[in-house]
């Protein structure tokens, strides 16, 4: 996303089923100002809080799990 639009994002909102630290890191280096997640970590929260980033939220879970319930999100392990 971020090589595609590049600086469209920036002020734009986003919402998505599955909000967690990864894609809380993505929008702060897009610039996105608003975000909502069906389903948000609480690891996310604070990224959004630190960058000024407005959040809401339909469930909070302590964490995002992989598809197969297992561990953690493949993505988080790289933030």
């Known amino acids: 996303m ?3 639009i590049g600086q469209l994002a920036e002020g734009a909102s986003l919402a998505d089923n599955i909000v967690g630290r990864a894609a809380a890191l993505l929008c702060v280096y897009s610039k996105i100002t608003n975000v909502y997640g069906v ?3 609480e690891g996310a929260i604070p ?3 630190a960058n000024g980033i ?3 939220y339909g469930t ?3 964490k995002i ?3 197969e319930k297992n561990g953690i ?3 988080r392990r790289l933030s």
């Open 2 to 4: 971020l090589r595609e």
């Open 39 to 41: 389903t948000m970590s």
């Open 47 to 49: 990224i959004f809080k």
């Open 54 to 56: 407005r959040c809401e």
């Open 60 to 62: 909070l879970v302590p």
């Open 65 to 67: 799990l992989n598809r």
């Open 73 to 75: 999100c493949p993505s």
